[in-house]
């Protein structure tokens, strides 16, 4: 499959094509097809969980790491199909584990 130029904006949860873009994005990527599907069933994965958040809020005992782990599996998709700006960017967040 052909990879494609796409655009990242992590906050809102959006995978931009370059006629989408308005300047609004954080990372760009160059990814097939199958790549951007998966990176959207993330952030909807993620969108879930925050959504979550408030109930999890209410019990103080009961902790859920899955928004943490979730993000960290967006930031590591992001890193490795990332141009080499966006790896570094990522790099220098210090968002991923060491390894």
Do not use: C, W
């Not at 959207?40 to 899955?66: C, G, W």
């Amino acid at each position: 499959m052909e990879k494609k130029t796409y655009y990242i904006a992590v906050g809102s949860g959006e995978v931009l094509e370059p006629e989408d873009v308005t300047g609004n994005f954080e990372f760009e990527i160059r990814a097939t097809e199958e790549e951007v599907d998966k990176l959207q069933e993330k952030f909807e994965e993620l969108a879930i969980h925050e959504e979550d958040t408030a109930v999890r809020a209410a019990i103080p005992y009961r902790q859920n790491h899955s928004d943490e782990e979730n993000l960290t599996e967006i930031y590591q998709m992001l890193h490795e199909l990332g141009t080499p700006d966006t790896r570094r960017h990522i790099e220098a967040m210090n968002v991923l584990p060491r390894q």
